[in-house]
């Protein structure tokens, strides 16, 4: 019983590892290409969009969309100055 746990324990700790390297990878997709959300969310595994946003807004504190466009306003405030 106290093995079947450490195993579960364990276990949780690899898929939240697995979902963070995700999110980080879906946070430079976000950043670096016109990609749908949905298209990036499939890329990286994530067959239920809603749950891929829901998931990445918890990681990062913004929505995909949110997270792009804010992207793209400092990269527009980074040229102007």
Known sequence: ????SLVGSEMCIRDRF???RRLTQAMSLLANNT???T????QL???DQPHFTKLFKKHSGLSPVVYR???Q???MEG???
Do not use: M, N
């Open 1 to 4: 019983e106290i093995r079947l």
């Open 18 to 20: 697995i979902i963070k």
């Open 35 to 37: 990609t749908s959300v």
């Open 39 to 42: 298209k990036i969310a499939e």
């Open 45 to 47: 595994g994530f067959h």
């Open 69 to 71: 466009q804010d992207i």
């Open 73 to 75: 306003r400092r990269v």
């Open 79 to 81: 040229h102007k100055k």
